[in-house]
């Protein structure tokens, strides 16, 4: 198995690197999506990756896009990735990468939370709401919410944090129509994703979908889908409201990363990240691993 930090495609002109992704175009109307093994915490993109990482991500969205197809569209091609590059360069495409449709992307985080988690968490605190949805008084950390409900967030450049916002701000950005299909189609594609999980023994807290347009206008599910890096993971049996349960995404590092010091300091997690030790980076990995083998099983 190849460890791309940072993938090199020559062949191919590079159009952006995201926080795990490098982005190359493959004619006008296609990209090479390379989801490599960099971890970013708290918008930092840590030196070190996780090994095997971007092959476990590509795994399970191309799991979840194959079970979740009969929702929407998705931007899937079908053509192989390694048809793309040259000889040299396929290990380090291979297992790791999707060739997709070239989309206009939609400027907003489609967030749908089953449970009351995270930032969510905190601004209920706040608010006894999250992103302008009332929520009943009585909850705590990790409560099940009634229903899922649908928190989007405006995309940020990288190393920014995505801004929550109301439905109303996501209209006024997209228009009602397209704000209200990626509501509803968001929560449609959470609601039948959470049910199959449980049945697998994992709850799906929360997570976050991408949408995009094609060239005749069609809303296509876009990126990543429902992987540990764009959902929040919890078995089933470490669940235990009032209290953050274990989680199967980055939360074990991001744990570590609350609790270093640097020159007797916590973090201030701006740039450079600290340097994290061999076993974190082991134990992040299984945590990828055991989401993946529990949920394709």
């Known amino acids: 198995m190849t460890t791309v930090h940072t993938s090199s495609i020559h062949s191919l002109p590079l159009l952006a ?6 982005n190359y175009a493959v004619g006008t109307d296609r990209i090479l999506m390379v989801a490599s093994d960099r971890l970013s915490a708290f918008d930092v993109i840590l030196g070190e990756p996780i090994p095997g ?21 998705n931007h899937l091609t079908g053509e192989a990735p390694e048809s793309a590059v040259t000889a040299e360069e396929v290990p380090q495409v291979t297992g790791r990468s ?20 995270g930032s969510g968490w905190k601004e209920y605190q706040d608010s006894q709401s999250v992103c302008g949805v009332p929520l009943p008084a009585d909850l705590r950390n990790a409560s099940k919410l009634a229903a899922p409900i649908y928190t989007p967030a405006a995309k940020a450049a990288v190393g920014d944090h995505d801004e ?3 439905f109303e701000q996501s209209v ?20 039948e994703a959470a049910a199959f999980a ?7 807290a929360d997570t976050k979908f991408e949408f995009g347009l094609d060239t005749d206008g069609t809303l296509v599910l876009m990126d990543e889908v429902l992987t540990p890096d764009s959902s929040r993971f919890w078995p089933v049996e470490g669940y235990v409201e009032g209290s953050n349960p274990p989680s199967y995404d980055k939360q074990f590092v991001r744990d570590w990363l609350e609790q270093v010091q640097i020159d007797g300091k916590p973090w201030n997690k701006t740039p450079p990240a600290p340097r994290v030790p061999a076993d974190v ?4 990995a299984a945590k990828y691993q055991e989401a993946l083998e529990r949920l394709t099983a």
């Open 164 to 166: 929550n916002i109301t």
């Open 98 to 117: 999707m060739l997709v449709k070239r989309l206009k992307p939609l400027p907003i985080e489609a967030v749908v939370r089953g449970y009351l988690a």
């Open 281 to 284: 980076i082991a134990k992040t």
């Open 53 to 73: 990482k971007g092959i476990l991500l590509t795994q399970m969205a191309l799991f979840w896009f194959a079970k979740l197809g009969h929702i929407c569209p």
């Open 198 to 204: 449980l049945t697998k023994g994992v709850i799906i």
């Open 17 to 22: 690197r995201g926080k795990v992704r490098d």
């Open 172 to 191: 006024a950005a997209i228009g009602a129509d397209l704000a209200g299909r990626i509501r509803d189609l968001s929560i449609q594609i959470y609601s």
